[in-house]
């Protein structure tokens, strides 16, 4: 399977500096110019299909890359941003991130948490879309940890940070 992973288009939050975590935020107007810029990027790849968070952020900008193609976007919860609680609206840095992973409060989803959803979803899609192209269209933190499942890193710090995942950049695996 051929694998193209990429993050939303911007919004006000990401220009603000908050976690948004599952906080169903829009896109502004220059993530859509983001998600037409990668539409056009790719418009000569074969896609058979496009998965999205079901997050508004995600699914807008999986339908401007659609449009036109006679894709499908098909909305998987599992590929959906990571639950920070209380802390989505918060301008935090990155280094903050790691000490609410492992605070234990109630609505942070855990590292253990979020590791069973990404594999249940590379579980499913592999069978299901083994000899396709697939687009995901999600958020980075869980683009993060995708990358990490797939070269078998474990989720920490030291690993996720060697990645960068812009809004609309876009990694390609063959898996």
Known sequence: MRLLLTRHGQTDWNVQGKAQGR????LNSTGIEQAKRLAE?????NIDIIISSPLKRARKTAEIIASGRGISVIC???????S???YEGQQLKHDDFDAIKQSGETGVETDSEFLVRIKRFFERIKKEYKDKTVLIVTHKGTALGMCCYI?????FKE???KYKI???SILEYEI
């Open 159 to 161: 690993n996720t940070g």
């Open 23 to 26: 906080t169903d935020t829009e």
């Open 151 to 155: 070269e078998g890193l474990p989720i």
């Open 84 to 86: 920070f609680g209380r």
């Open 41 to 45: 990027k790719i418009k000569n790849y």
């Open 166 to 168: 812009e809004n609309c």
């Open 76 to 82: 998987d919860e599992d590929i959906i941003e990571r």
